[in-house]
């Protein structure tokens, strides 16, 4: 089974600082990956996806982006922080098996922007 | 397109009660549908997962959910709530192998 290792638990950034936080599957190879974010009050939404190496797919426009420069290797970044970047942020592994789904979440990250 | 309509925001039972979470899903194809939970602070848990196979899925700590294609719902249910069954529930589809499309979140308080 798959186990995703996610970190930083919880960040306490100021507003126009940097962001980077990553995401790393451990038992399986060429996962599909994705990062989510829950605000408060709402659902997860998904934010970026990957189905392979170098290869982002972006759902929403933000002031985020993703990279993934391992196969196992998730990694979610900003320049410069928002207020409205607070949330927590999940790290996602699916992986497929026949007619079987499987997706494992991280642990999440609580980030707040002050 | 596919869509997660939670329809509760907030349930509130007694321990020992039933526990019904109502969830519709739209979807263009045979989704594949989940149930996860959320402790406070924690990831998400799968509870179950309905893949074509039965339609009537049972899962982990006495919860069981129904696909029901007609009504285009899977609501989770569970006879007697228990106080860890605090928590928040999150219905989700999928009609790809590389996305997921969840519901708004379901917040369950169990009074003592």
């Known amino acids: 089974s798959q186990t995703i290792h996610q970190w930083p638990a919880t960040l306490v950034q100021p507003v126009g600082s940097p962001l980077s936080l990553e995401c790393t599957v451990e038992g399986t190879s060429n996962p599909n990956l994705y990062w989510y974010r829950q605000a408060a009050g709402r659902g997860l939404q998904l934010l970026f996806y990957s189905v392979g190496i170098g290869q982002i797919s972006s759902e929403v426009p933000q002031n985020l982006s993703a990279s993934r420069p391992q196969d196992r290797q998730f990694i979610l970044s900003s320049k410069k922080l928002l207020l409205s970047d607070s949330g927590f942020y999940l790290c996602a592994c699916g992986v497929t098996g026949g007619a079987i789904r499987a997706y494992t979440f991280g642990s999440g990250t609580r980030l707040t922007v002050v | 397109a596919q869509s997660v309509t939670q329809l509760d925001s907030h349930v509130s039972v007694s321990e020992g009660t039933p526990v019904l979470l109502r969830c519709n899903y739209s979807?263009?194809?045979?989704?594949?549908l989940f149930w996860y939970v959320q402790h406070p602070n924690k990831g998400l848990q799968l509870l179950l997962k309905y893949t074509s196979a039965a339609t009537l899925v049972k899962g982990i700590n006495g919860f069981e959910a129904e696909f029901k294609k007609s009504e285009t719902s899977f609501h989770l249910t569970k006879p007697s709530a228990h106080m860890s069954d605090a928590a928040e529930y999150f219905c989700?589809?999928?009609?790809?192998?590389?996305?997921?499309?969840f519901g708004a979140g379901t917040t369950v308080t169990v009074r003592a």
């Open positions: 979807s263009s194809y045979s989704p594949s």
């Open positions: 989700v589809v999928s009609e790809y192998d590389y996305k997921l499309s």
